[in-house]
């Protein structure tokens, strides 16, 4: 309640007084209407009159609006930095105090809306915390009300105070909004206006608030109260009253129906100098973002990137988004950001040291020092990006390396956080206990090399713009101030001493982490046993490189030391560094070893020196210029000198007993000048004696023979040999000098071979003086040639040659001998062809001679040979008896005796000695052998000729060798008659008698008999024979089985009945003893007197219309058929034929003379029904009826009478379920049965592909043909089937049906694959992602596929086709929000094995391959080389020192190449060289080692493009050795810059000093071997059993969770299953759902009817094929509203459009997506904000939303929109009419109105006329209808249903393979048997080893040294049986 209190006063009249203002201005009548009300007033007697008591005034001291949009200029402005970001962290600040107590992610989001589309410029910034209600949106209004002072309710009752929130590590307890002041001081510092949007939780209102500078500057105009407004309160989503210059918010606003509670602070009028600052400098001002909230974004602890185990427990679930829409737009998570100052402090310190802070107020401080240390030239303490960096003082003579900058130099230790926010502008230099003091041992660098941070809680104060504390530094540096340390094990506590362990802090740091020299390359760990003491000796780590002072020296580098005494040259062997090492690492200091060069000069030789010894300033040239000087000591070449001038030249042939020498030897370098047989190495001795060593080799068949002399050196003389005794051994002779040391007479030095010189020469036999006879056999035969060798020696039994003109001359008495010629063969003097001729005894005697060989000129010329001779070759042949010619009676045999003789005419016997006897013209032929005694008989077989005239007959008789046709003699033979049967004779006894003739044809009538037949038999001279009873016996005929014997013996026939067929002719015969002799003839019928007419009709059946194919032939026949002679050719004229429709135009009756009948032509019906008629021909007295069947005409066209119903429509790949009938005809229009018409279907244009039942068939016996069309194949558009006949190759015409082919949405046509061709591909490494999309028929994604059905196919090599052994990859899980039209397969793995690789992508439906993707080949790379191996295994060798070199042979002819870890070749442009080095096994040591040939202890090998070729490699004679020791051979690269550390090939040999045991050991390591290769199959084998099995048990589990999961989607689907179904019944559901969808498809449907012969990419289609209207009526109406543009062609760029445009010559309508743009959705013009300002009748909506799209439907939406616009569809006319009114009335715009009646309400308002009503609905091309809803609810069952049947299939694959897997347990059970046989016969071979090696014992574990681990097989085995 209010009071007016007043008072009243009276002034006399004559007083004066004034009225005045406190500031003493008079107020008058103008001033008055100035004043305000409430202001304060003084009446005086004048205005300077004095007061005479003390006064008050009421004041208003609301402060200026400038103090609320200007504030925030002043106060980021006042550090001198860049204001804007501080400015956001004040609004983020909000955000995080709004978002406290969110359980789940809390999102902050910053949103800078810079894209003029959208609006003007703005900033968002978003959060998803609390919101806030009216009453604390009105509070945060008001100005620097803090939230200690908040009222939060309007009732008190409900308000709540500040409560502090509970303390928290790093006091991250967001409680960071605090002095209501930041918030709007930022909002007007980035723009003029800032708009609050806020939701509260469980508020169903947001609650909006807008204060903006323009809207202060008109209230204080205006002389309003600036500060107040309004607050408005709406529903969600409600963007009505958005201005379209702030439509950016529309998107905002949309997306608060989806939020529980939100902030939104929108600021706009940023100026333009921010919105280029934010975006240019993006990255900048959101690092310093990132730097100010680090730890809230990564937690407490930092963002540890390197190491994870150091970053916090908790990451906190707080998003800082910054998202920067323009073009381009882009966005960033400040968690994201790497390079903030706090990330670079935590990620480059190597250790911290934390401590606590209280203060006397109970101010807490957590504090943090991190060290950064020096790296080798370099400080890591990181630079500040925004900071300059202070510049190096001159007087720093600390740094000695001049690279080392200032660490943190002049800036402050300590940045301050404040509740876990940084305070920017504060930071603290240092501590009293953190200072160096005057007289530290610790470099003073080292304090310039820690950071640090201190993180206070909310007792510390900070200004309101939260940018610099008030008393932070004051508070800590109080005296009362307590630091303690921090340590992990325990908590700060006050006894201890923070300065001193901050000192031992800090000298850890700097012993432990500052690093001088980098040593890298690590290769190993070694013992020195070269040192003194032993506690030095172990571990030294052993290094390929070091980085010293800027500079990379590494293994293999020449170097040259200083401070050395002699200086050294030498390469550097390897880097060592005392301590436990494994990989690279930073030290103070560190040993190198070197070897000293030139190698050879020092014998490989090496040095251990500190590295400090290395001279940096020597240069290459300088270093190889002295290596090269001290060359010219090593010894290069012999010079040979023969000192009696007779040298003897190179491959000389000398004769035997030639003397050898004297000759002088002498040493020289490489110069030519002499060493003095000495090596000087530069030591203070004399340097190193050479002798040099003689060695003659003589090279024989058996081996070579050597002779060794030493030479030692005679000063100024060289080296003397004397002259050696004769060379009486015959062959090639090698002499060779060698410079041997003179101490141990080794041939190498230095790695290197001296010299040596060499001299090749021949010694040869001398002249022939004897010759002994070789080997020849002492039985000979006549006329066999046959070989003396001789033997030709010298005088010292040598073999030796003859002169050229020399000839032997052979003697023996009684014989005549011969040869043919002579010759050599090798040392042997052969006389060839021998020959020995005379008369001897029979084959079974021999009888000796003696054979004189003779060679005139020769010391001992003569030689006698005993030999004996027997009977030769057969040369002839001798016959008895002597008589010619021999006579014999015909059909009897013939005898002869034969003998066989050699040249000499003896009888001879020898093996195969086959006679034959052969008689010239007849087939008769007779052998005999002769190879036992040379002579035999020959009987030939009865000989048999035809006797003429009774004369005898002469032949010849040929006999001769079966094997020597040569051999042979011919006799003749004279053949007399016999008195046999020979002939026969046949006669005719009736009124006459007939003699018949052999093979005579008799004519004789038809059906008569041939009677009185007699025969007469003679023999060879002619003589009748006379017929007996067993003559007659033999008497044989043809033509009848009843035959009287009595009637044969007086010579009668059976009678012979004649055919009565006038063609059928018969032969007859008659013959005597099986037809030796016969006699035949042949009877041929005539035919009788005529008895009928004949008419002989072509064919029975004819075509209406069709004359007959042939003539009617009319003949006179007899009784029997048989043509007569009793036509003529006058009888034509006479002759008639009649019947029913016979056209008789053309009939014609033709004479035959050749056949005596009549030709009937030119007979056709043209009329009357079809079936059988009756033809009656007639002459004379003769009448022949036939009977004729008429059959339809020709066929002339087809006629359909059944099939589907027009309009057609199908589906691409689809058929046509209704077959088509098709009906022959003829032209009278008879159905016609010609079975020889083949009807064909054929479709049109040929780019459509049609699959029939049939493509061509002939008409069935009705005539019809129905063809059924399984599958349409083509592009989208209109298309015909014709049917067409074909007969006699003409074509018969047919029927056309057109059709229309839809495309298919749900047939995959095409998979294309995306992934990064660029990728290069390490073998065994990850694939880069491959994108594989499916395409439609349609050419849009297909995303229904389950990525289970995908494949990713890999095989090695090209080929066309995919092989048997391809890899199959499945494809992977989709991310989230992820495209669901693209499959991925990620992370999968490369193989193993380098080379072509071929990829191929597969889609499955089912059991199914239905798409095969392009092939894409790959090159499957090496991946990164790591070690040097060989191409196969070796086997372990055993080795001895024997002399032997095979004994000794380590390896031979193998490759050594430098691979990846997979085994492929990686290393062909790595050059370098293999280090071979013998070492113990596991780095035992050993006294002695065994050496290389040469006595080396290492041999090198050029590697060469990563690979190197060892031919042999072997111990020396007598090497030394432990007997039965176990070494390895190491095989160490050595290269250039590996891009890896290379690992050596190692190969263990053993060492024996005795052969015997070396070959037992062999044996016993080989068979160890093999058991051990079978061991490890044997366990590789139960392993991957094992593994396979559980695999298997785990693929079954998850496929029963599928399927159960499925059998779930089935049950929601309606589809009844209680039970796992078998695939049967799913397949009956399959085709239950197939049919009813099938049927579906088949009912008939609207469809739009112009073809889309357009397709690609970016074609959508035409505008009516791209949506389907349901409903009838409005589809008609739409359609022919926009017929215009129904067949305009929509594509996705202007590109497409242009070139569509281009191909069609400007007639095709086109029209590009990206060159459209329409308004957003807007409600009908009758709604405003949401209410209806009438109420309209007639249903009116936008045509458009009637539009159903199936595919593309966001780009569909955009097409219509731009056709359609605002086009309203309403009932009826009359509705349009009254709405159209209505909304005019209230100043609306209205568009263009459709009717469901075909009416069209222009937007101008224009109705009725021809343009405004749509034509009948059958003239209108119309949008098509959809598929009912039920038929995609099909499709969805069948997708699922398909899905539960692949599961069910992969279920019983799964089960299956698991039954056949746990059935082969036997055969796992029989192999863990066999390695149990395996280990213990590797025990007893380890036994026989132990026994064979001395002093060692049986290991522990056989197969440990060949990396197996024994497992228990029983054990397996028993777990085996428990898990099946």
Same mark, same amino acid.
């Given at each position: ?10 002034v006399?009249?004559y007083q004066r007084?004034?009225?005045v203002?406190?500031?003493?201005t008079v107020?008058n009548?103008?001033?008055y209407?100035?004043?305000q009300?409430g202001s ?6 004048n205005?300077?009159q004095?007061?005479p008591?003390a006064?008050?005034?009421n004041i208003n001291f609301?402060?200026?609006y400038?103090?609320l ?7 980021y402005f006042a550090e001198g930095?860049?204001?804007?970001p501080?400015?956001l ?5 909000n955000?995080?105090?709004a978002t406290a107590k969110?359980t789940g ?6 949103q ?7 609006g003007?410029?703005a900033?968002?910034v978003l ?7 009216s009453?604390q949106?009105n509070?945060?209004a ?7 002072m908040?009222e939060?309710s309007?009732?008190e009752?409900?308000?709540?105070a ?14 960071i909004?605090?002095?209501g002041?930041g918030?709007?001081q ?12 806020s939701?509260?939780?469980?508020s169903p209102?947001?609650h909006?608030?807008?204060?903006s500078?323009e809207?202060?500057?008109?209230k204080e105009q205006n002389?309003e109260d600036?500060?107040k407004?309004?607050?408005l309160n709406?529903k969600?989503?409600?963007y009505s009253?958005?201005t ?9 606003i949309?997306?608060e129906?989806g939020?529980?509670s939100f902030?939104a602070v929108v600021i706009?009028?940023?100026?333009p ?12 001002w ?10 809230y974004?990564h ?5 540890h990137?390197t190491?994870?185990?150091l970053?916090?427990?908790v990451i906190p ?6 998202t920067l829409?323009d ?12 390079d903030d100052?706090?990330t670079?402090?935590?990620n480059?310190a190597v250790?911290t040291f934390e ?11 957590d504090g943090v ?14 630079k ?6 202070a510049?190096?003082?001159?007087d720093?003579?600390?740094?000695e ?9 002049k800036?402050?230790?300590f940045?301050?956080f404040?509740?876990?926010r ?5 930071t603290?230099s ?6 160096r003091?005057?007289k530290?041992?610790?470099?003073a ?14 007792k510390?104060?900070v200004?309101a ?6 008393d932070?530094e ?5 005296k ?20 001193k362990?901050f ?8 012993s432990?982490?500052d ?7 690590f ?5 020195r046993?070269d ?21 990379i020296l590494?293994a293999?580098q020449?170097?040259?030391?200083q401070?050395?005494?002699p ?10 560094l ?6 690279d690492v930073f ?5 190198v070893e ?10 490989n030789?090496?040095?251990?020196i ?6 940096l300033?020597?240069t290459t040239e300088?270093?190889n210029k002295n290596i090269?000087?001290d060359?010219?000591?090593?010894p290069?070449k ?5 000192p009696?001038g007779?040298?003897w030249?190179?491959?000389a042939v000398?004769p ?11 040493i020289?370098n490489?110069n030519g000048k ?14 190193i004696?050479l002798n040099?060593?003689?060695?003659v080799?003589?090279h024989g068949p058996?081996?070579e023979?050597k002779?060794?002399l030493l030479?030692?050196y005679i000063?100024?003389?060289?080296h ?12 090639r002779?090698s002499l060779?000098l060698?410079?041997?040391l ?5 041939d ?12 090749k ?6 002249n ?6 070789g080997?020849v056999?002492t ?5 066999v040639?046959f070989?003396i060798?001789l033997q030709?020696?010298?005088c010292s039994?040598?073999s030796?040659t003859l002169p050229p003109?020399?000839q ?5 008495s009684?014989?005549?001998l ?12 052969i006389i060839k ?14 009888k000796?001679?003696d ?9 001992n010329?003569t ?7 027997l009977?030769g070759?057969?040369?002839?042949l001798h016959v008895k ?7 014999v ?5 013939v005898?002869f005796?034969?003998?066989v003789h ?6 001879t016997?020898n093996?195969?000695?086959i006679v034959s006897?052969?008689i010239?013209?007849?087939n ?12 035999s ?7 048999n ?8 007959q002469m032949?010849n008789v040929r ?5 020597k ?6 006799r003749e ?7 046999r ?6 006669f005719?006894?009736g ?7 052999n093979?005579?044809?008799?004519e ?13 038999l003679?023999d060879?001279s002619?003589?009748?024979?006379q ?7 033999n ?5 009848t089985?009843d035959?009287?014997l009595?009637a044969?013996?007086k ?7 004649v055919?009565?067929k ?5 032969f007859?015969q008659v013959?005597y003893q099986?037809q030796r002799v ?5 009877i041929?019928p005539c035919?009788?007197?005529?008895a009928?007419l004949k008419?002989?009709v072509?064919?029975?059946t004819?075509?209406l ?8 032939k009319?003949?006179l ?7 007569t002679k009793?036509?003529t050719s ?10 029913e429709g016979l ?8 004479w035959q ?10 007979m056709r019906f ?5 079936g059988?008629r009756e033809?009656r021909f007639?002459?004379s ?7 004729i ?6 066929p002339?066209?087809l ?14 790949g689809?058929?046509?379920?209704t077959?088509?009938l ?5 032209e009278?229009g008879?159905p016609?049965p010609?079975?020889r018409?083949?009807?064909?279907v054929r479709?049109?244009?040929s780019?459509?592909k049609v699959?029939?039942?049939?493509l061509s068939?002939?008409v069935?016996?009705?005539?019809k043909?129905s ?6 194949k083509?592009l ?6 014709e049917?067409?006949?074909?007969f006699n190759?003409n074509?018969?015409?047919?029927p056309f ?6 495309p ?6 095409k ?6 061709t660029?990728a290069r591909l390490p073998a ?6 491959f994108?594989v999309?499916i395409?439609?028929e ?5 995303a ?7 494949s990713?196919?890999w ?9 048997e ?10 991310m989230?929000?992820?495209k669901?039209?693209c ?10 094995s ?14 199914t391959e239905?798409?095969?993707s392009?092939?894409?080949?790959v090159n ?5 080389p790591v070690?040097l191996?060989?191409e ?6 055993v080795?001895s020192y024997?002399?032997?070199?095979a004994s000794?042979?380590?390896?031979e002819?193998?490759?050594l190449?430098?691979?990846?870890q ?15 080095s ?5 780095g035992k040591?050993?006294?002695t080692l ?6 080396t202890?290492?041999i ?9 070729y060892i031919?042999?490699?072997a111990?020396?004679e ?7 020791s176990r070494y390895?051979l190491?095989?160490?690269p ?5 891009p890896?550390?290379?690992s050596?090939?190692e190969?263990?040999?053993?060492f024996?000093?005795?052969?015997e045991?070396?070959?037992?050991m062999s044996?016993l390591?080989?068979k160890k071997?093999e058991?051990t290769t ?6 590789e084998?139960?392993?991957s059993?094992?593994d ?5 048990t785990s693929?079954?589990?998850d496929i029963?969770?599928k399927?159960t999961?499925?059998?779930d ?7 009844s ?5 078998l695939i049967?019944?799913v397949?009956?559901f399959?085709?239950e759902?197939? %049919? #009813?969808?099938r !049927? +579906?498809? @088949? $009912? ?7 073809p889309?012969?357009? &397709?690609?990419p ?10 389907v209207v349901s ?9 022919w509203?926009?017929s215009?543009?129904?067949d305009?062609v929509?594509t996705?760029?202007? %590109? #497409?459009?242009? !070139? +569509?445009? @281009? $191909?069609?010559?400007?007639r095709?309508?086109v029209?590009?997506l990206d &060159? ?7 409600p009908?013009?009758h709604?405003?904000?949401g209410l209806e ?6 249903n ?5 939303n009637l539009l159903i799209?199936?595919n593309?439907?966001?780009s569909c ?5 731009n056709l359609?616009?605002d086009?309203i569809?309403?009932d009826?006319l009359? &509705?349009?009419?009254?709405y ?9 715009p209205c568009?263009?109105?459709?009717t469901?009646?075909g009416n069209?309400?222009?937007?101008r308002?224009?109705?009725?006329g021809?343009?405004?009503?749509a034509p009948?609905k059958d003239?209108?091309k ?13 499709q ?8 539960y049947?692949?599961?069910l ?9 698991r039954?056949?897997l ?19 016969q590797?025990?007893e071979?380890?036994?026989q080893?132990a026994?064979?090696r ?7 574990n056989i197969?440990e040294p060949?990396g197996?681990m ?13 898990t099946?």
């Open positions: 309640m209010g009071y007016d209190l007043e008072m009243e006063f009276a006399p009249s007084f004034v009225l203002t406190t500031d003493r107020v009548d103008g001033k209407k100035e004043l009300d304060t007033l003084y009446l005086l007697q205005k300077d004095v007061l008591v006064t008050e005034e609301v402060p200026h400038n103090t949009i200007e504030s925030g200029t002043f106060e930095q860049k204001s804007l501080c400015a962290a004040e609004l983020v600040d955000a995080l105090s969110n992610v809390r999102t902050i989001e910053i800078l809306l810079f894209d003029r589309t959208f003007k410029p900033v968002v959060d998803n915390g609390c919101g806030m209600t009453k949106l509070n945060w008001v100005y620097r009300l803090s939230k200690f908040r939060n309007t009732f009752s409900e308000r709540d500040y409560v502090r929130p509970d303390p928290v590590p790093r006091s991250l307890n967001s409680d909004s605090y002095f002041v918030g709007k930022a909002a007007f510092h980035i723009g003029d206006s800032v708009r609050m949007i939701k509260p939780i469980s209102d947001v909006e608030l807008v204060l500078k809207e202060f500057q008109k002389k600036v500060f407004g309004t607050i709406r969600p989503g409600d009253h958005v379209s210059s702030e439509r950016f918010l529309h998107e905002v949309k997306e129906t939020r529980d902030t706009t009028g940023v100026c100098e921010h919105i280029k600052y934010l975006k240019q400098d993006f990255s900048e959101t690092r310093q973002l990132a730097h100010i909230y680090h730890y974004i937690g407490p602890n930092g963002n990137k190491d994870n185990s970053g916090s427990n679930q707080i998003d800082i988004l910054v829409r073009k381009p737009s882009y966005s960033m998570n400040l968690r994201k950001v790497e100052l706090q670079l402090y935590i480059s250790d401590f606590k802070v209280k203060t006397s107020e109970g101010g807490t401080v020092l991190r060290y950064h240390p020096f790296l080798y030239d370099k400080e890591t303490y990181p500040d990006l925004n900071v300059l960096q510049p190096v003082e001159e720093d003579y600390e740094n390396s001049g690279t080392m900058n200032q660490a943190r130099g800036r402050d230790i940045e301050c404040w509740n876990g940084l305070i920017p502008y504060t603290v240092e501590f009293d206990w953190c200072r003091p005057n530290s041992v610790l470099p660098e080292c304090y310039s090399r820690f950071s640090g941070v201190l993180f206070t809680n909310d510390f104060r200004n713009s939260k940018q610099k504390f008030m932070l004051l508070k800590l540096k109080n009362d101030t307590l630091f303690t340390p921090v340590s992990n094990v325990q908590k700060a506590s006050k006894g201890r001493n923070i300065q362990e000192t031992q802090w800090l000298q850890n740091c700097n432990q982490f690093k001088q020299v980098k040593f890298l390359g290769i190993k760990t070694v013992e046993k040192l003194p003491t032993k506690k030095m000796q172990h571990p030294w780590a052993v290094f390929s490189s070091i980085e010293l002072n800027g500079k590494k293999k020449i170097v040259k030391t401070k050395t005494v200086v050294l040259y030498g390469t550097v062997n390897h880097f060592l005392f301590g436990n090492h494994d990989g030290a103070t200091g560190g040993q070197i070897i000293r060069e030139p190698a050879a000069l020092y014998d030789s090496t040095k251990i500190p590295i400090s010894k290395i001279d300033t020597a300088s270093i090269e000087n060359l010219d000591k090593l290069a012999l010079n040979v000198d023969w009696e007779n040298p030249p190179q491959d000398f035997s007993g030639t003397p050898l020498g004297p000759f002088r030897v002498e020289l490489r002499s060493i003095s047989s000495k090596i000087q190495t530069g030591g203070q001795g004399t340097g004696k040099v060593r003689l060695t080799i003589l058996k081996g023979t002779v060794c030479a030692p000063p100024n003389h060289g003397w040999f004397k002259k050696n005794g004769c060379l009486t051994s015959l062959g002779y060779t060698q410079a041997v003179h101490e141990n007479g080794a190498v030095y230095g790695n290197k071979k001296l010299p040596s010189y060499e001299h020469f021949t010694i040869k036999a001398g022939a003086e004897s010759f002994t006879v080997t056999n039985s000979q035969r006549v006329g040639p070989n060798p030709i020696k010298d039994g040598h030796t003109e020399l032997p001359a052979l003697q023996c009684d014989l005549e011969s040869y043919e010629t002579t010759g050599w063969s090798g040392n042997t003097f062809g021998v020959k020995a001729k005379g008369r001897v005894q029979d084959y079974q005697q021999s000796s001679y054979l004189k060989v003779t060679l005139p000129g020769l010391k010329d030689q006698i040979i005993k030999i004996s001779l009977p070759n057969p040369h002839s008896p002597d008589v010619n010619p021999v006579k009676e015909n059909g009897s045999p005898s005796n034969v003998e050699d040249e000499a005419g003896n009888i016997a093996p195969k000695q006897c052969q010239v013209g007849l008769l032929q007779s052998v005999t052998d002769c190879s036992s005694t040379g002579a008989q020959i009987v030939t077989e009865p000989v000729l035809k006797i003429i005239n009774g004369e005898p032949l006999f001769y060798m079966t094997n046709k040569n051999v042979a003699i011919t033979l004279k053949v007399m008659p016999s008195c049967v020979s002939h026969m004779e046949l005719c006894q009124v006459e008698k007939l003699e018949l003739k093979e005579e044809k008799i004789w009538q038809a059906g008569g008999v041939l009677e009185n037949l007699v025969y007469k003679y060879e002619g003589r009748e024979v017929v007996t009873p067993e003559i007659a016996s008497i044989k005929v043809n033509w089985r035959v009287n009595r044969l013996v010579g009668r026939l059976p009678d012979v009945q055919p009565t006038v063609q059928e002719e018969r007859y013959s099986d016969s006699f035949c003839f042949t041929v035919p009788d007197e005529p009928r008419a002989t072509p064919e029975n004819v075509r219309g069709e004359s007959f194919a042939a003539p009617i009319l003949e026949v007899d009784q029997y058929d048989n043509v009793g036509l006058a009888c034509v004229k006479s002759m008639t034929v009649e019947a056209d008789k135009s053309n009939i014609a009756f033709i003379e050749s056949i005596s009948s009549v030709a009937v032509t030119g043209h009329s009357g029904p079809l059988p033809v007639s002459y007295n003769y009448t022949e009826v036939v009977i069947k008429v059959t339809a005409g020709i002339v066209k006629k359909l009478l059944s099939g589907p119903k027009p309009p057609l429509q199908v589906l691409n689809h058929g046509i379920p077959p088509f098709l009906q022959l005809c003829d009278w008879n016609s010609d079975q018409v083949v009807v064909e479709s049109s244009p780019t459509v699959t029939t039942s049939v068939q002939p069935d016996a009705e005539g043909a063809f059924t069309v399984h599958t349409v083509g989208k558009g209109y298309y015909q089937l049917f067409k006949g074909c190759k074509p018969i015409a047919g049906v057109n059709f229309n082919i839809i298919d949405p749900t047939k995959p046509v998979l294309s694959v995306n992934y990064d660029d065994g490494g990850t694939f880069p992602v994108s999309t395409m439609s349609e050419g849009s994604p297909m229904t596929f389950n990525p289970a059905d995908l990713m196919w095989w090695k090599g090209v080929s066309s086709s995919r092989p052994t391809a890899t199959e990859l499945k494809c992977s899980k989709p989230e929000n992820e669901k039209d499959y991925h397969f990620r992370d999968k793995e490369i193989p193993q380098a080379g072509k690789y071929t990829i191929q992508f597969s889609l499955r439906i089912g059991e239905v798409l095969l392009n092939q894409i080949s499957i790379v090496a991946n990164r070690k191996g060989p196969c295994q070796l086997q372990t060798r080795v024997s002399k032997d070199i000794r042979i380590l390896v002819n193998i490759a190449k430098i691979m990846d997979h085994g492929n070749p990686a290393g062909q442009d790595l050059n370098g060289k293999v280090l071979v013998i070492k113990c096994p596991d040591p050993s006294r065994p050496l290389f040939e040469g006595k202890r290492t090198d090998f050029v590697l060469k493009e990563g690979s190197t031919n042999r490699l111990i020396m007598d090497s030394p050795g432990e007997n039965g390895v190491s095989f160490k050595e290269v250039t810059m590996p890896t550390s290379l050596p090939f190969l263990p040999f053993h024996y000093n005795d052969s045991n070396q070959l037992k044996e390591t080989k071997d058991l079978r061991y490890k199959k044997f366990e084998a139960c392993s059993y094992f396979l099995r559980n695999m298997l693929q079954v589990l029963n969770k399927e999961a499925l059998r989607r089935l049950k929601r689907s309606h589809i299953v209680s039970r796992p179904l049967p019944e397949d009956r399959l085709e759902k197939t %049919a #009813e969808k !049927r +579906i498809e @088949r $009912i008939p449907r609207r469809v739009f009817s112009i889309n012969n357009f &397709s690609g970016d074609v959508l289609g035409k505008v009516g094929h791209l949506a409903d009838d009526d409005a589809a008609w109406v739409i359609s509203h926009l215009g543009d129904m305009c929509i996705r760029t202007i %590109a #497409e459009a242009q !070139r +569509i445009n @281009r $191909i069609e010559h400007g095709q309508q029209m590009a &060159s459209i743009f329409v308004q957003g959705n807007r009908l013009p709604i405003r904000n300002l009438f109420s309209p009748s007639g009116p909506l936008y045509a458009r799209y199936p593309e439907k966001q939406e955009l097409v219509f929109k359609l616009g086009t569809l309403i009826d009359d &509705s349009a009419t009254k159209r009114k209505a909304v005019v009335e209230n100043r609306i568009p263009t109105i459709l469901r009646q069209r309400l222009s937007a308002g224009k109705f009725g021809t343009q405004n009503n009948p003239r209108v119309m949008f098509g209808a959809p598929l009912p809803q039920h038929y995609y609810t099909l969805e069952d069948i997708e699922l249903l398909c899905q049947k692949s599961v299939l992969k279920k019983k694959e799964a089960e299956d393979e039954d056949v746990i059935k082969k347990s036997l055969e796992l059970q029989q192999k863990q048997q066999k390695m149990e046989e395996i280990t213990e590797l025990e071979i380890e036994r080893l026994s064979v001395p002093g060692k014992r049986v290991a522990e197969l060949y197996l024994i497992k228990r097989p029983r054990q397996k085995s028993m777990e085996m049986q428990h099946l």
